[in-house]
């Protein structure tokens, strides 16, 4: 499983270009990461928002203060909720604003 | 809407990609995206205007204006915001710079240091101006780099950047002919179009 985890590259088919891995569909994406993270810190998920703007999605980011550390996203982290409230609210309200 | 932001939309094409630095709550962006169907993304440090932009359903990105741009891509956005923040910055040159890779036209406002009230208080009470308007001391403002309208004037003319289009309002945002006429003296807040050369 740990393997798995660290093999994982989804621009291997996309000529090792993250960015165009990213380039289909047309979701948006919600990035959240934690201060104390070190199996994915905030700076790789830096590079995420710099890929996605790159392949020109639309992305939200935000950096939550946090002290434990990868497990933290388990955490009901006021910020952390709230954000993925807000995100999905409004992901919802489109999805019924498409549909009617 | 304020009318300073009524300026700002009508420099923005309808749907353009828009970037807005130290967007705040995302009003202005809320409201390009509903009058100008913009493309629109903020870049933001406080995580109370973070949140409520999210509710907004707008994009925005927790990024520290001082650590430049470097995550976009050249000519990514067709304009690039910048209002009343470059007094807040470390490098507020290094930002215009950055501004006019990202996008092909900038859009800079800011509190114009030159306005004849600012010049009163110095003169008359030799010390540094603190207002309704500018309500901090000296040693614990967030505006850390004030300008006037000729200093901006004179670095746009440095980096030979296009000054589009320049206007200035009062503190309710509103113009007048004398406004236009000493915009240095009698302008309270600098609005300028920029593009590259």
Redesign the interface.
């Known amino acids: 499983m740990t393997k798995a985890l660290d093999y994982f590259d989804p621009s291997v088919d996309y000529g090792n270009d993250l960015s165009k891995a990213f380039a289909g569909g047309d979701c ?1 994406f ?1 990035l959240v990461s934690f201060s104390t993270d070190w199996r994915f810190p905030p700076e790789r998920s ?1 590079e995420l ?2 890929t996605l ?2 392949a ?1 999605r ?6 939550v203060e946090a002290d434990q550390g990868h497990d933290a996203f388990l955490m009901p982290i006021p ?1 952390y909720i ?2 993925m409230r ?2 999905l ?2 992901a919802y ?2 999805l019924v604003n498409d549909a009617s | 809407m304020r009318p300073d932001q009524e300026i700002i939309q009508r420099w923005i094409e309808p749907d353009s990609r828009v970037l807005d630095l130290g967007c705040g709550d995302g009003s202005l962006l809320a409201n390009l995206k509903l009058t100008k169907k913009v ?1 629109g ?1 903020g870049l933001e440090i406080d ?1 109370d205007k ?2 409520t ?11 520290n204006l001082d650590a430049g741009l ?4 050249t000519d ?1 956005f067709d304009t690039v915001l910048l209002a009343q923040t470059l007094q807040a910055l470390s490098h507020p040159d290094q930002l215009i710079d950055e501004m006019l890779r990202v996008g092909r036209r900038g859009i800079v406002t800011f509190p114009n240091f030159g306005n004849w009230k600012s010049r009163v208080y110095l003169s008359s009470k030799g010390r540094m101006p603190v207002s309704k308007f500018m309500p901090h001391a000296w040693y614990d403002t967030p505006n850390i780099h004030f300008c006037t309208v000729r200093d901006f004037d004179a670095l746009c003319k440095e980096k030979n950047i296009r000054i589009l289009e320049r206007t200035v309002v009062d503190l309710k945002h509103e113009g007048s002919l004398s406004m236009r006429l000493l915009p240095n003296l009698l302008g309270e807040i600098a609005i300028y179009h920029i593009a590259r050369s």
Do not use: H, P
């Open positions: 948006k919600l830096r928002v710099e703007l790159k020109g639309e992305v939200t980011y935000l950096e910020r709230n954000a807000g995100f609210d409004n309200k489109e | 493309k993304t995580s973070i949140q932009c999210v509710e907004r359903g707008l994009n925005v990105i927790e990024q470097w995550n976009f891509q990514s």
